[in-house]
Nanobody, 124 residues
Framework: QVQLVESGGGLVQAGGSLRLSCAAS????????MAWFRQAPGKEREFVAS????????YYADFLKGRGAISRDNAKNMVYLQMNSLKPEDTAVYYC?????????????????WGQGTQVTVST
């Protein structure tokens, strides 16, 4: 069993930055593939970024490339999502997710565990 708890969301003006955190716990959490997703009102949940615990290999959705980064702290079992140059269209609930595999996938149903989400609101 893996537990995920997100934090760091909030209200920020357009052009600002936020760093989201995901605290992961569970006996074998370090063997999981970690990712961030987001879901805006009335829209489907979409992939944002992913990272592997072991190598730190990352993958990003096109909309985040160049203005954000995913990282992890293996010692603390933490995963982070730094987002810069935020836009109003980034407003969404952001979720941390874990998948028991080392294969990159971007489809939400293929992830085994989810956090409760943290709200990010970007104002104009």
């Amino acid at each position: 069993q893996v537990q995920l708890v997100e934090s760091g969301g909030g209200l920020v003006q357009a052009g600002g930055s936020l760093r989201l955190s995901c605290a992961a716990s569970g006996r074998t959490v370090n063997s999981y593939f970690m990712a961030w997703f987001r879901q805006a009102p009335g829209k489907e949940r979409e992939f944002v970024a992913s990272i592997t615990w072991s190598s730190g290999r990352t993958y990003y959705a096109d909309f985040l490339k160049g203005r954000g980064a995913i990282s992890r702290d293996n010692a603390k079992n933490m995963v982070y999502l730094q987002m810069n140059s935020l836009k109003p269209e980034d407003t969404a609930v952001y979720y941390c997710a874990a998948r028991k595999s080392s294969v990159l996938v971007t489809t939400p149903p293929l992830y085994n565990y989810w956090g409760q989400g943290t709200q990010v609101t970007v104002s104009t």
